[in-house]
């Protein structure tokens, strides 16, 4: 059976951002339209909402500080200012001379914002008004809701592509060449949730072998009146697990906390990284060995012709 439990979840710090109604997005934007809404409100009924929950914290000497506890670690917010800059609002005079610059860019800048509709698109003929919702309120667009929008829209792409990610780290802050700060480098790997990534493969089944390159990558481990019995076996996939059955407790392969060591799909092996560091580890030990004895007796036989023809011996050639 395949543990579900391998891998660390980090969908809780995720809703508690972005939940709709609960969420630290959904309640900022809700005090920003209620009458007489204040910074102190919000953090408020975020303290409300969300005490007791894993990923929240409050500061209970700066009342008007919370802590979200991200997946790379916790930090500190101060909800001073947060309704103003989440409004970052424009007059309408600043908006409608923008709207109808004489410079193309500009004017499509803001031509083409929705949420600058409901001020550059006057509705015609007792129309509705831009930007509103049929029957309904007139939408707001804040700094949460269009990073949220823009968020939307960034996943339905990365979703339809096979992305690949390429993490950078500064080596230093000095922009020095051939110098390494380790604090530094290790902070980077922390934040970025690189160690996290790791843990997590780790904790998975990183290793994946088909069932054919299993089978011939060590069965050498195996003594040969086992590979005999094992060859019997016309199903590739029952071999592999014998095979794996008999290499478990021949290396003592290391089980894990949850889960199993590997797992045989219908057309893969799966291993978790101790398991397979020990099977190609007595691989490598017996590849070497193996490697060593053929030298030795290549060199022996090598030296063996050297001293006969130096004695004058005639001898056939070295066959292989």
Not at 75 to 91: A, E
Not at 304 to 318: D, H, K, N, Q, Y
Request: overall charge neutral; proline content about 5%.
């Amino acid at each position: 059976p395949w543990d579900p439990l391998d891998f660390p979840d980090n969908q809780d710090a995720v809703d508690i951002l972005q939940a709709k109604t609960t969420g630290v997005f959904a309640i900022l934007d809700e005090e920003c339209v209620v009458p007489q809404g204040s910074d102190q409100g919000f953090n408020n009924k975020l303290i409300k909402q969300h005490k007791g929950h894993r990923r929240f914290d409050e500061i209970r000497t700066k009342p008007t500080w919370f802590v979200i506890k991200h997946f790379a670690g916790p930090v500190n917010y101060c909800t001073d200012g947060f309704l103003d800059k989440n409004k970052d609002q424009l007059s309408n005079d600043i908006i409608e001379c923008l709207g109808g610059s004489s410079n193309s860019f500009v004017q499509k800048l803001f031509q083409n914002d929705k949420k600058f509709a409901d001020v550059l698109q006057k509705p015609e003929g007792g129309g509705q008004e831009p930007g509103k919702a049929p029957g309904g309120k007139k939408k707001k667009y804040t700094v949460s809701s269009e990073f949220k929008d823009q968020l939307s829209s960034l996943m339905d792409i990365v979703d339809l592509t096979e992305p690949h990610f390429i993490r950078c780290i500064k080596p230093n802050r000095r922009n020095e060449c051939d110098y390494y700060d380790r604090m530094v480098v290790t902070e980077q790997l922390r934040y970025f949730a690189v160690l996290q990534e790791a843990q997590v493969r780790r904790a998975g089944y990183p290793v994946r072998l088909g069932h054919k390159e299993c089978w011939d990558d060590f069965k050498v481990l195996c003594s040969a009146r086992v590979v005999s019995e094992l060859m019997n076996l016309d199903e590739m996939k029952s071999r592999v697990q014998k095979l794996l059955d008999h290499l478990s407790e021949e290396l003592s392969i290391p089980k894990p906390m949850h889960g199993l060591s590997w797992a045989v799909g219908r057309i893969m092996v799966f291993f978790k990284l101790p398991a397979f560091e020990r099977l190609n580890g007595a691989r490598l030990e017996l590849v070497i060995k193996s490697t060593t004895l053929i030298q030795a007796c290549w060199r022996r036989c090598k030296l063996t012709r050297t001293e006969s023809m130096s004695a004058g011996i005639a001898v056939g050639p070295l066959e292989g």
